[in-house]
T-cell receptor
């Protein structure tokens, strides 16, 4: 079974631009979470989507947004890019949301965003 | 804030067992202990998880103390490819607490 895929793998943008990152979950997985990883802050949770609805949200400004499509694929968007948005953006997929049984998140390789 | 504490770094000789400790004294009854590892600049790789019983899979073993306040990840025969940052995370599997909250992890160096 194919793993989580993220596109593009690398991206260079300039301040003020916007960017859209894409994530395709493992086949059959319906929940997608996004994380930001920077050297200074480590891995931080952005948001989680299930059934095209945002279920959880981290402490990020409104410039960070996301959505999920009916095929469970997800995109995240960052508007008005700042230098501090340079990071590795990671997507993780899991089977479902709200289950009490085990539900492991599996990660993609990430998108490396550089803001100049 | 992360709900776990781990030593910042550890060394292990190739072929020997690597025992990585984790303290999670405030763990709740419905929270699982998860272990991931991250090799430089790659996405985190899931290793193993457990609730209260010890667990073993093809990658590692997880030993959870009876009071569930700490656990140990065991890599039985460490190889150079096991050099990575290992993260211990406690997480509920439902509701608003299901997001992964990451600490700083343990940087494991496997030496030849």
């Amino acid at each position: 079974k194919a793993g989580v895929t993220q596109t593009p793998r690398y991206l260079i943008k300039t301040r003020g631009q916007q960017v859209t990152l894409s994530c395709s979950p493992i086949s059959g997985h319906r929940s997608v979470s996004w994380y930001q990883q920077t050297p200074g802050q480590g891995l931080q949770f952005l948001f989680e989507y299930f059934s095209e609805t945002q279920r959880n949200k981290g402490n990020f400004p409104g410039r960070f947004s996301g959505r999920q499509f009916s095929n469970s694929r997800s995109e995240m968007n960052v508007s008005t890019l700042e230098l501090g948005d340079s990071a590795l953006y990671l997507c993780a997929s899991s089977l479902a949301w709200g289950r009490t049984s085990t539900d492991t998140q599996y990660f993609g390789p990430g998108t490396r965003l550089t803001v100049l | 804030d992360a709900k776990t504490t781990q030593p910042p770094s550890m060394d292990c000789a190739e072929g020997r067992a690597a025992n990585l400790p984790c303290n999670h004294s405030t763990i709740s009854g419905n929270e699982y202990v998860y272990w991931y590892r991250q090799i430089h600049s790659q996405g985190p790789q899931y290793i193993i998880h457990g609730l209260k019983n010890n667990e073993t899979n093809e990658m590692a073993s997880l030993i959870i103390t009876e009071d569930r306040k700490s656990s140990t990840l065991i890599l039985p025969h460490a190889t150079l490819r096991d050099t990575a940052v290992y993260y211990c995370i406690v997480r509920a599997n439902a509701g608003n607490n299901r997001k992964l909250i990451w600490g700083l992890g343990t940087s494991l160096a496997v030496n030849p």
